[in-house]
């Protein structure tokens, strides 16, 4: 900046020659000058190519102007809790360090025009909104001292701020959401989404912390970006909910609940004395019969299956269980609920997935079916592998039936699809409306 200075010294007045003298720089060093400094600085200096750019101009009445070409580095105590949408009052403060007020006065020359080209004036990170001049005198322990300051108030451009750190930030959390459209038993793309999204996001802040002194105060873009990496860390966590619905402990105490249940149920019907110990029998009883074809199809070699049925079922009533030496299951007289006639029952009997039935009009026997010779020859051990196979496929199933319902995981994603996006816009509506206003 060009700073200049006039006084009045008689002793330099002359009437010979009206016209002013331009004097040289070195006559400086001779004449008296004010012993003017910057009350904020941190660091000047008076330019010195080619030669110390100094001024000195001298009017008949004894008028002397000085002037320098000077750099300086004020020091500005700024208010960051609205950085970067905020704005600071800066001062550049002129100051007599040696003459009190009794000596010598300060005040500025041309009153509100005395500094000129400040709207030429254009700052990387700053606008220049206004400026003031201000005159004053302060006093302290060694007396009053005329004071002259000049005051900008200055608005920060957001502008980079938006293009390094809000979109990258504001990019960077819609990408966290993409997990939630990601197939729920998809853990390594997930996992690695979110780590890569959190990790990303404390970058950005540390980045940020870097280039700004430590205050103690929170500032406008430190909540913004916490909020960023709560929303990042937020989807993390959701997918880590979704992993303990499904594969945690919780699903597995609902295994073990249901295989209780069930071993409970058997035990029960086992012990009933109103069940009735039947073998594939009939097709009076669709459920029933499908239910036998089905064991069938799994490939039971056992001689029969027994299966547990209510006695109305097959409309036994309250008929009691006989039996004769032989150890065949008498059954009396077969009162049919689904009004089958004797041909229909006869066709029923050739089916040969029922057992041998001896049907007259008082008794029905019931016999255990005969095995093929050459069934009699199997070996014992192949048996006991088949039954093992088959207790093994009635076990999957089992836990087929147990495993938890996808509906309940899928439905935290979906409804973390309307939540998250809405909950960080509303985030961002109210932090856009309170700090820029």
């Known amino acids: 900046m060009y700073f200049q200075q006039a006084w009045r010294d008689k002793r330099l007045s002359y009437s010979e020659i009206p016209l002013n003298l331009t004097l040289d720089n070195r006559v400086a060093d001779q004449l008296w000058v ?11 200096f008076v330019h010195g190519v080619t030669v110390k750019n100094r001024m000195i101009r001298l009017h008949p009445d004894g008028t002397v102007l000085y002037g320098l070409r000077i750099t ?7 208010d960051l809790r609205r950085y970067p949408l905020d704005e600071q009052n800066c001062t550049l403060e002129i100051e007599s360090y040696g003459y009190t007020t009794d000596d ?4 500025w020359r041309g009153g509100n025009n005395a500094v000129t080209g400040v709207d030429k004036i254009e700052l990387p990170q700053f606008s220049i909104v206004d400026h003031n001049l201000i005159s004053k005198n302060v006093v302290f322990s060694t007396g009053s001292y005329p004071r002259l300051s000049l005051s900008f108030k ?3 451009n ?6 390094q750190t809000y979109m990258p930030s504001i990019l960077i959390t819609i990408l966290s959401w993409v997990s939630f459209w990601i197939n729920y038993d998809a ?5 690695a989404l979110g780590i890569t999204t959190v990790l990303t996001m404390t970058t950005i802040n540390t980045h940020l912390r870097e280039t700004l002194p430590k205050i103690p ?5 430190d909540m913004y970006l916490m909020g960023c990496f709560v929303f990042v860390f937020l989807a993390l966590l959701e997918y880590a909910l979704v992993n303990y619905i499904f594969f945690g402990r919780g699903p597995q105490r609902q295994k073990r609940a249901a295989e209780k249940l069930t071993m409970a149920n058997n035990e029960k019907m086992r012990m009933d004395p109103n069940k009735w110990l039947v073998g594939n029998v009939v097709g009076r ?10 064991r069938d199809l799994d490939g039971h070699d056992s001689i029969w299956e027994p299966i547990f049925v209510d006695d109305g079922a097959i409309g036994l009533g309250e008929q009691k269980n006989k039996m004769d030496p032989h150890e065949n299951i008498l059954l009396g007289t077969l009162d049919i609920k689904n009004d089958m006639g004797i041909s229909e029952l006869a066709l029923g009997l050739n089916d040969p997935r029922n057992t041998m039935l001896t049907y007259d009009s008082s008794t029905l026997q019931y016999r255990k079916a005969g095995l093929a010779r050459h069934n009699f020859g199997r070996n014992t051990l192949e048996c006991h592998m088949t039954q093992k196979k088959s207790r093994l496929r009635r076990r999957a199933s089992q836990l087929k039936i147990n495993i938890p319902d996808l509906t309940d995981v899928n439905s935290i994603d979906k409804w973390s699809r309307i939540i998250f996006p809405t909950v960080f816009s509303l985030f961002n509506i109210i932090y856009w409306l309170y700090y820029v206003n």
Not at 158 to 163: D, E, P, R, T
């Open 285 to 294: 009883d669709d459920t029933l019969y499908a239910r036998m074809k089905q």
């Open 158 to 163: 957001i502008g980079y701020f938006i293009l």
């Open 72 to 78: 300086t580095t004020a020091a500005c105590m700024m």
């Open 187 to 191: 853990s390594a793309a997930r996992v």
């Open 217 to 221: 105060y929170v500032k406008a873009i």
């Open 154 to 156: 200055l608005k920060r």
């Open 34 to 44: 004010p012993d003017t400094y910057f009350l904020n600085d941190k660091k000047s």
């Open 104 to 107: 010598i006065e300060f005040y």
